[in-house]
Every structure is written in structure tokens, then in C-alpha cells.
């Protein structure tokens, strides 16, 4: 509480960063996160209107000069609230802004992992958790996704591949984008490796990817399965 009020005095601010995938395409994932912070009692601030990209799709394809231009604008956004700290869902913007731009930067798993660390006491269904490769390899994310789905009462199971071995979805690196029919290829396979019907990643890149593939494959997001859980034990 007094660290915070310091930080209020001082005119610093936690900003929740939702990323692009998330804010255009999947605001309810969006909306969720927010939820689950203030329930962890994170206090944080959203920009109003719509946020700029971190810059990682651009810089990933090369654009060196434009990545630049976008972080200097987000840096200015960013100055112009009081931010200091940066908390978002998706890696690959965790990974830009802690890295590239040197800020404070968390993934949303390491700030809620020690905040709903109550334990459900017995598992109540089996999932699949799928390592997206910002995450998982990039940033060694590994624990604090799986620990928050056990807190939630989900028994976790493991890809053949998995950790810092584990496969990509097949959306990322401009795949997707630049050959489809490939990167659909790539998921398929993916969801193929999953014994138990019910597949989650906290990467909402993956998600949206796996999902516009899956056939009797359920896929969830993070965020909504810790949601799902809860209401479930209800």
C-alpha cells in the first residue's frame, strides 16, 4: 500500500498494454485480463483511444526505421502518462517493450501468478498447455502460465514438444501472413498432438490461430480459462 501510494505521489503509472491482436481482434480477452487484475488488486491505468503498435511484427520483417518511429511514439505516449511500468498479455509485446525499448515491462502471468495463488484443492478437468515461442523460448516463461491453470483447478498436460522444445503454432514470423495454407498446415499438426481435447496458450496469436483451425479440438485463450474453471467450481 505505501509503495504504491509513492508511486501515485510520484506520478507514476502501471499501464495495462493490451497489444494489437487482442485490442482489434479479441477485445473480450482484453476485457477479461482487466478483470483479473483488479480481482489480483493490480492498480493500473488503459490508454483512452486506441494504443499504437509495440513495433515487434515490424521489426521482425526487417523494417528497422519504422520500428524506431513507432517506439518513439509510444515512448512519448507513454511519458505523457506518467508510465513506468508496463504490464500486457501478449508476448511478443512483452518481449518488445522489456527488450527493444528497455522499460519495465511484465507479461500478465508474472503479475498475477503470486496474486491467485490460492490452490483448488483437487483437478477437476485436463488440458493441454502450449508454449507460444515469444514466451516460451524468447523470454523463459515457462512456470507462471502452468502454476495459475493448476491455482485454477486444471490438471496440465504436456505437449510431445514442449518448453523450451516446444513447436511454434505456425502464425508467427510473417507465416500467416505471407503463406497461409503453410501456417494453417503447421497448427493442424499441432492440434493433432492433443490427447485430451482441450488446448490453452497464453498467447492470443496462437489462440486465434489454433482456433480458426481446430476440429474437435476446444481451444482456449489464457484468460479464459481461468474463467472457465472458476465458474465451473462454482
Known sequence: MF????????????????????QYALPEVGARYETLLRRAGVD??????????CG???????????????????????????VRKIITN???CYHTLKHDYGLDAYHVTQILSPRLNVKSETPTREMTY??????????????????????????????????????CCGAGGGVKSNYPELANAIA??????VQNGVLCTACPLCYAHFKENAAGVEVLEFSQALEVEKERQR
Do not use: M
Open 56 to 82: 515487434s511484427p515490424v521489426k521482425r520483417a526487417g523494417y528497422s526505421a519504422d520500428f524506431e518511429n513507432l517506439k518513439q511514439k509510444n515512448l512519448a505516449v507513454f511519458n505523457r502518462f506518467s
Open 3 to 22: 509503495k504504491r501510494l509513492l508511486e501515485k505521489l510520484s506520478g507514476s503509472n502501471t499501464l495495462y498494454y493490451p497489444g494489437c491482436v487482442t
Open 188 to 193: 493442424r499438426q499441432r492440434l493433432e498432438q
Open 130 to 167: 502450449h508454449d507460444s515461442c515469444h514466451l516460451g523460448r524468447w523470454s523463459g516463461i515457462y512456470d507462471q502460465p502452468r502454476q495459475l491453470l493448476q491455482n485454477a483447478g486444471w490438471e496440465v498436460t504436456e505437449l510431445p514438444d514442449n518448453r523450451e522444445h516446444s513447436l
Open 44 to 53: 493500473f491505468i488503459v490508454l483512452p483511444g486506441e494504443t499504437l503498435c
Open 90 to 92: 501478449c508476448p511478443g
